[in-house]
């Protein structure tokens, strides 16, 4: 009786091993090739669930979305999580994190020469936002009565903290341990909540 085949698996197996592979040896290095010799398999093999290696960094890209989504929004059996524990979970603190912000940085690095990869960085920015904005949404109570512009600010200010911050863990890990990442992320969000409700105390609006 023939072996039967799970392509979805394996379609997922592969862009794992291409988030790995990636994070490793960077974007260039990380060949066709080098992925199919990373996940046991022939180039013959992986060619067969994708066409080109941008197939398998779109499919490695959206892989790591939704485990970034299953973490943030997964229900804690210890009962309601606060918004640092939630966002922590963005951050490099363990293997698993570190391989997923290497990637990105390692993805990042190529945007600005490659255009469809620059539109594809607009889908995945928008992703972001749509998360960290239903995070906010769920976690601090007086979200929903901050103006729209306080709350864009908000959410920019800590997408873009985080991104520096995993860059900053990826690059010298030893000077980012997980509690000091965890530490600065709480400062920024102390200080981000201090000045949300001081603007809306003092009625401003930002353009």
Same mark, same amino acid.
């Given at each position: ?18 988030? !790995?592979?990636?994070?490793? %040896? ?23 669930? %994708? ?14 979305? #939704?485990?970034?989504?299953?973490? #943030?929004?997964?229900?804690?059996? /210890? ?11 963005? #951050? ?17 690095? !190529?945007? /600005? ?41 908000? #959410?920019? /200010? ?15 890990? /030893? ?33």
């Amino acid at each position: 009786m023939p072996k039967i085949v799970d392509h979805a698996q394996r379609r997922e197996e592969i862009a794992h091993v291409a988030c !790995q592979v990636v994070a490793h %040896y960077g974007f260039e290095q990380a060949t066709v090739a080098r992925i199919a010799r990373a996940a046991g398999y022939t180039t013959g093999m992986v060619a067969h669930y %994708y066409e080109s290696k941008q197939d398998i960094i779109l499919a490695a890209l959206r892989l790591i979305l #939704l485990r970034i989504e299953a973490r #943030l929004t997964r229900k804690r059996e /210890s009962g309601e999580a606060n918004l640092l524990e939630v966002l922590s979970e963005a #951050l490099a603190i363990d293997a698993q994190r570190f391989t997923e912000c290497a990637f990105w940085m390692a993805f990042w690095g !190529q945007v /600005s020469a490659d255009k469809k990869l620059k539109r594809l960085n607009v889908w995945v920015h928008r992703e972001y936002m749509r998360l960290f904005t239903r995070c906010f949404a769920e976690h601090w109570q007086e979200w929903p009565a901050w103006p729209q512009p306080v709350r864009d600010q908000v #959410l920019r /200010s800590v997408v873009t903290f985080i991104n520096g911050l995993t860059a900053s863990a990826v690059t010298s890990p /030893s000077d980012w341990p997980a509690g000091m990442q965890i530490e600065q992320l709480r400062l920024q969000l102390d200080l981000l909540r201090q000045w949300g409700r001081r603007d809306v105390r003092c009625g401003s609006r930002l353009k």
